[in-house]
C-alpha cells in the first residue's frame, strides 16, 4: 500500500478537494454542504447530524479532517472508479441525453494531473474543473452555507 | 480473441489482435468463399453513408454472408419514432452481426449493451470509427512494413473528425515515433484523445500548420476540413490553405512520404497528387474490403 503523509502545504487547490469530496460522497448517497470559502465542508452524512470538517486529497485516497481536530483519517481508499446516474452528461449529442433511449448515464472517476476529473463512458467526454463543478453542483443535493 | 466480441473503439482492442486482424486481412486479399455462409450481417446506418455501409456489405457477401439493413434514419421506423434500443432488438433477432453507424455518440456501446450478438460500431456521431482506423494502420503497415518508429501528421479537424480520433487512438496501441496534430487553433484534438496519448507515453505536437513539420513526416493522415465549422467564412479562408496537401509539399519534404484520406475528399488532396507514389488512399480505399472481411470471420470465430 502506499504510504501517505498529510501536510497542511499537500491540500491541494479547494476546487479540486471539493470535486473529489463531492464525487466520493456522491458514491455512497450522501448529502454534502459547503461553504463558500472552499476549504471547509458541512458533511450531513444522516439527516439532522452534521460534521464539520476540512478535507484533502490525497491522490487517489482521500483524506478528511475533522473540525477542532488536528488529526486526519482516511475516509476513502480510492476514489470511487465509475459512478451512475449523477448528472447529465454535458455533450448534448451524447445518446445518454435523448431522453426517449434510457442509457443510464454513466462517469469514470480519473485523476489527471492532481486534479479529480470524469469521463462519460458512452460519448467519451471528458469533464474537467469548472465543468466538473457545475455538473456536481446542479445535480447533488448541495447548497451554500450562508451561516 | 475476437470471436463474439463488440467492436465499439478501436482502444477496445490490444496490439496482438490488431496484428491477428492484420495477418488475416492479408489471407482475405482477393479471397472469395463460403465461410459465413447462412450468416445474416445486419447493416444499421442511421446516418447516411456509402462507402462503409458499401464495404461491409462486399466484405459480408465475399465471406458467403447475407446482408440486411436500412441506409438512413427517414427510412425506417425510426422516422415514425421508434428508438434506437428498438430496432436494436429487432435487429438482433434477425441477425447475427449487427453492424451500425448513428450521428450520437455512444449509440454503439448502447446497442452493445442491449444486443445479444456483436455489434461493430461503424461511426458513433463524432467519437469512433474503429473499423476505418484498423484499415488505415493496416495500409500503414502494407505499405511501410512497420506501423513503429514513424512519424505521423494527422491534418484537419481533430475536433469533430471521428476517422481522425480513431486512427490517433491506433497509433497509441504501437510505437510511432512523434504524431504531429495538425489543425486550426478552435478543431483541435479533444481532450480525452490528448489524455491517450498523454497516457501512454506517446510522444505528440499540436501545430497549426503542415508545411512546418512536413520534413520530419512519413504518413500524412489528411482529413476534411469543413466549411461549416468555422464561425465565418472569412476564418476558413484564411486557414484553409494549410491543410492542404499539394504536389509541391510532398517533393519540398524530402521524404518518402504517403498520403492517406479516409474519403471522400473535397480539395483537401492536390489532385495531381493521384497517379504518384505519394498517394496510399485509393490502395487504403480498396484495403477496406480485406480488413472487414477479417474482422467479421474473426468475430465469427471462422477462419479461412
Ligand atoms: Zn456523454
Given at each position: 500500500?502506499?504510504?501517505?503523509?498529510?501536510?497542511?502545504?499537500?491540500?491541494?487547490?479547494?476546487?479540486?478537494?471539493?470535486?473529489?469530496?463531492?464525487?466520493?460522497?456522491?458514491?455512497?448517497?450522501?448529502?454534502?454542504?459547503?461553504?463558500?470559502?472552499?476549504?471547509?465542508?458541512?458533511?450531513?452524512?444522516?439527516?439532522?447530524?452534521?460534521?464539520?470538517?476540512?478535507?484533502?486529497?490525497?491522490?487517489?485516497?482521500?483524506?478528511?479532517?475533522?473540525?477542532?481536530?488536528?488529526?486526519?483519517?482516511?475516509?476513502?481508499?480510492?476514489?470511487?472508479?465509475?459512478?451512475?446516474?449523477?448528472?447529465?452528461?454535458?455533450?448534448?449529442?451524447?445518446?445518454?441525453?435523448?431522453?426517449?433511449?434510457?442509457a443510464a448515464r454513466r462517469f469514470r472517476v480519473l485523476v489527471m494531473e492532481g486534479r479529480v476529473a470524469m469521463q462519460c463512458v458512452y460519448c467519451g467526454t471528458l469533464i474537467m474543473r469548472d465543468d466538473l463543478r457545475r455538473m456536481l453542483a446542479a445535480s447533488l443535493r448541495v447548497e451554500a452555507d450562508h451561516s | 480473441m475476437l470471436k463474439g466480441r463488440d467492436i465499439i473503439s478501436i482502444l477496445d482492442l490490444s496490439r496482438e489482435e490488431l496484428e491477428e486482424l492484420f495477418s488475416t486481412a492479408r489471407r482475405m486479399e482477393g479471397y472469395r468463399g463460403r465461410i459465413l455462409e447462412g450468416w445474416i450481417v445486419a447493416l444499421a446506418f442511421f446516418e447516411p453513408s456509402t462507402r462503409t455501409r458499401l464495404s461491409f456489405e462486399s466484405a459480408a457477401k465475399r465471406l458467403g454472408a447475407s446482408t440486411i439493413g436500412f441506409s438512413s434514419a427517414e427510412s425506417t421506423s425510426i422516422a415514425k419514432g421508434e428508438t434506437l434500443s428498438d430496432t436494436v432488438r429487432m435487429l438482433d433477432s434477425y441477425a447475427d452481426i449487427i453492424v451500425l453507424r448513428h450521428r450520437y455518440e455512444g449509440a454503439a456501446l448502447l446497442a452493445a449493451n442491449i444486443a445479444?450478438?456483436?455489434?461493430?460500431?461503424?461511426?458513433?456521431?463524432?467519437?469512433?470509427?474503429?473499423?476505418?482506423?484498423?484499415?488505415?494502420?493496416?495500409?500503414?503497415?502494407?505499405?511501410?512494413?512497420?506501423?513503429?518508429?514513424?512519424?505521423?501528421?494527422?491534418?484537419?479537424?481533430?475536433?469533430?473528425g471521428r476517422a481522425a480520433s480513431s486512427f490517433i487512438y491506433g497509433l497509441t496501441m504501437f510505437k510511432p515515433g512523434r504524431i504531429y496534430l495538425v489543425s486550426p487553433p478552435s478543431l483541435r484534438a479533444r481532450p480525452e484523445v490528448i489524455r491517450v496519448?498523454?497516457?501512454?507515453?506517446?510522444?505528440?505536437?499540436?501545430?497549426?500548420?503542415?508545411?512546418?513539420?512536413?520534413?520530419?513526416?512519413?504518413?500524412?493522415?489528411?482529413?476534411r476540413v469543413q466549411k461549416e465549422r468555422f464561425r465565418s467564412l472569412r476564418e476558413y479562408e484564411e486557414v484553409k490553405g494549410s491543410y492542404k496537401m499539394t504536389?509541391?509539399?510532398?517533393?519540398?519534404?524530402?521524404?518518402?512520404?504517403?498520403?492517406?484520406?479516409?474519403?471522400?475528399?473535397?480539395?483537401?488532396?492536390?489532385q495531381r497528387l493521384d497517379e504518384t507514389r505519394y498517394a496510399a488512399y485509393f490502395q487504403q480505399a480498396a484495403n477496406g474490403i480485406p480488413v472487414r472481411m477479417a474482422l467479421l470471420s474473426l468475430i465469427a470465430g471462422v477462419e479461412p
Open positions: 500500500m502506499t504510504s501517505i503523509r498529510v501536510e497542511e502545504g499537500f491540500l491541494l487547490g479547494p476546487l479540486e478537494y471539493r470535486d473529489a469530496l463531492l464525487l466520493a460522497f456522491a458514491a455512497n448517497g450522501a448529502q454534502v454542504v459547503f461553504m463558500d470559502d472552499g476549504y471547509y465542508l458541512v458533511l450531513q452524512d444522516k439527516p439532522g447530524g452534521s460534521l464539520l470538517a476540512s478535507a484533502a486529497v490525497l491522490n487517489p485516497g482521500i483524506i478528511l479532517r475533522r473540525a477542532g481536530s488536528n488529526a486526519y483519517e482516511r475516509v476513502a481508499e480510492n476514489l470511487p472508479g465509475e459512478i451512475e446516474g449523477l448528472a447529465p452528461c454535458p455533450n448534448p449529442t451524447c445518446i445518454t441525453n435523448q431522453p426517449r433511449e434510457k | 445479444r450478438h456483436p455489434v461493430i460500431n461503424g461511426g458513433d456521431g463524432r467519437q469512433h470509427h474503429p473499423t476505418q482506423a484498423m484499415i488505415d494502420l493496416y495500409t500503414v503497415e502494407r505499405i511501410k512494413g512497420s506501423i513503429d518508429d514513424l512519424n505521423y501528421a494527422v491534418v484537419g479537424d481533430l475536433k469533430h496519448l498523454r497516457e501512454r507515453g506517446v510522444r505528440y505536437t499540436e501545430t497549426q500548420s503542415l508545411s512546418e513539420v512536413i520534413g520530419d513526416v512519413d504518413i500524412v493522415y489528411m482529413t504536389l509541391e509539399l510532398a517533393e519540398n519534404s524530402g521524404r518518402d512520404l504517403i498520403v492517406l484520406h479516409p474519403l471522400p475528399r473535397v480539395d483537401e488532396i492536390d
